[in-house]
């Protein structure tokens, strides 16, 4: 059961760290090249795209969070 939680965990890592750099920072970072936070407001994530990826990030950190407790309690 171990060596499966630890490859959900690098799986879950992968995908955590490209969610966090597609958004957009101060410089629109690198989601300005996919073209994510052109038009949306400074506050709260204006587009439907900006929200998708903020829920998207949120729960797959949440898992990353679960899947660690897991794994500390084997």
């Not at 499966?4 to 750099?21: A, D, E, P, T, Y």
Request: neutral net charge.
């Amino acid at each position: 059961m171990e060596p499966v939680l630890s490859v959900v965990q690098i799986l879950i890592s992968v995908i955590l760290i490209f969610l966090v750099l597609l958004h957009s920072g101060k410089d629109s970072g690198l989601s300005g090249a996919f073209g994510i936070g052109q038009s949306g407001s400074s506050i709260g994530g204006g587009s439907l795209v900006e929200r998708n990826l903020d829920r998207w990030t949120i729960f797959f950190s949440i898992l990353f969070v679960l899947n660690t407790v897991v794994l500390l309690k084997i």
